[in-house]
């Protein structure tokens, strides 16, 4: 038997391929829920186990990944729904400017952010000396992540249009170069 929809502060999993509408709908998830960034290499199995410990209402999908999320689904006796495409159809019609719709001034406030402390998302760990295990970031932790990507190395800026990586989003070097090119204003 299937669940009822997730209610605020359930864990929503998510199986997906790097993509703008799964970035999106994984930042727009943590206002009320926690998403758990399933490895997308993983088999249902796998995804199961690491799913079995904490309380997953939902399981979210890119549509290559909808058979695996329908068998995960059910195997947990949860739902699955496939990742809105709302970015598709937002951006469609607008392309990018070169100046970005945020003024300068409103980007130029990251560096005195009151970052919460509160659950932002959950990864998982390789599972190189046994199976993997979800592990709870912060906001906080995130933020700090993305300010060594902003200072750092990386020096994302507003400047930044592309983020053209390799690191899947589920790793957190992926999550928070997404998260670091957003926060600089790019």
Do not use: M
């Amino acid at each position: 038997e299937v669940e009822e929809e997730p209610t605020t502060g359930d864990v929503v999993g998510y199986l997906s391929a790097n993509s703008v509408d799964y970035a999106l709908s994984v930042l727009s998830c943590t206002n009320n829920y926690l998403p758990a960034l399933l490895n997308a290499r993983w088999t249902v199995s796998e995804c199961v186990d690491a799913l079995k410990p904490g309380r997953v209402a939902l399981i979210l999908h890119s549509p290559s990944f909808k058979d695996a999320a329908q068998q995960i689904a059910a195997k947990l006796s949860i739902k699955c729904k496939p990742i809105p495409d709302f970015a598709q159809q937002r951006f469609a019609s607008r392309p990018l400017s070169s100046t970005g719709s945020q003024s300068k001034r409103d980007r130029s406030h990251s560096a005195s952010v009151v970052v919460s402390r509160k659950d932002a998302f959950i990864v998982f760990t390789s599972g190189t000396t046994s199976s993997s295990k979800g592990v709870v970031l912060s906001h906080e932790a995130l933020y700090s992540q993305c300010g060594a990507k902003l200072f750092g190395l990386c020096g994302y800026s507003e400047q930044t249009r592309l983020l053209a990586t390799t690191v899947p989003f589920f790793h957190v070097g992926g999550l928070s170069s997404l998260l670091a090119v957003w926060l600089a204003g790019g």
